[in-house]
T-cell receptor, first 114, second 113 residues
Framework: DAEITQSPRHKITETGRQVTLACHQT?????MFWYRQDLGHGLRLIHY???????NKGEVSDGYSVSRSNTEDLPLTLESAASSQTSVYFC?????????????FGPGTRLTVT | AQSVTQLGSHVSVSEGALVLLRCNYS??????LFWYVQYPNQGLQLLLK??????LVKGINGFEAEFKKSETSFHLTKPSAHMSDAAEYFC???????????FGKGTRLSVIA
């Protein structure tokens, strides 16, 4: 069955370190998204991509970067981790626009920055 | 630009009672609307979606939602709550083109035995 996976599921890192969170989907979806979820804020969009070599900033993109070298993967990099980036991170993918823009979510990565 | 407001960060109902979770949206174009459910320590799962076809949309697990353009609402209902419905529920909206979904802040549903 097609799916979307995230790794690692849990990560503890130190302030200032570079961290990369992986996201892999096997639906062959063009669109992929990264969100962070924090209590009281719901889901906030970090970055998104509409296809290979395409990336766009979301509402909370500072301190994060993404790259899209193939359809299946959209890794999220924290250039220099900060305590404010402690959160649960979700990756999602969707088929496209029109009536097919529903997003399918991965299980999440819980990141703690100490 | 689109936005979503979910009224009530926490809703508590008795088992067997009606579930009503409220969602109001703002959109300058005909919207696409979604409800998602999140169980503890899991990702979000699509419950149902409105894509300009029937205004009453049926989803999984007995949930349904009605699109009311005049009220800019898309409330989620279920006639009889089960203990297994306890979770966080998110409403989301998307506008024209290929714009990303905008999510509400979520409503936590508790079901009391």
């Amino acid at each position: 069955d097609a799916e979307i996976t995230q790794s690692p599921r849990h990560k503890i890192t130190e302030t200032g370190r570079q961290v990369t969170l992986a996201c892999h989907q096997t639906w062959n979806h063009n669109n992929m998204f990264w969100y962070r979820q924090d209590l009281g804020h719901g889901l906030r969009l970090i970055h998104y991509s509409y296809g290979v070599q395409d990336t766009n900033k979301g509402e909370v993109s500072d301190g994060y970067s993404v790259s899209r070298s193939n359809t299946e993967d959209l890794p999220l990099t924290l250039e220099s981790a900060a305590s404010s980036q402690t959160s649960v991170y979700f990756c999602a993918s969707s088929p496209g626009g029109g009536g097919r823009r529903e997003q399918y979510f991965g299980p999440g990565t819980r990141l703690t920055v100490t | 630009a689109q936005s979503v407001t979910q009224l009530g960060s926490h809703v508590s109902v008795s088992e067997g009672a009606l579930v009503l979770l409220r969602c109001n949206y703002s959109s300058s174009v005909p919207p696409y609307l979604f409800w998602y459910v999140q169980y503890p320590n899991q990702g979000l799962q699509l419950l149902l979606k409105y894509t300009s076809a029937a205004t009453l949309v049926k989803g999984i697990n007995g949930f349904e939602a009605e699109f009311k353009k005049s009220e800019t609402s898309f409330h989620l209902t279920k006639p009889s709550a089960h203990m297994s419905d306890a979770a966080e529920y998110f409403c989301a909206v998307s506008g024209s083109g290929n714009t990303p979904l905008v999510f509400g802040k979520g409503t936590r549903l508790s079901v009391i035995a």
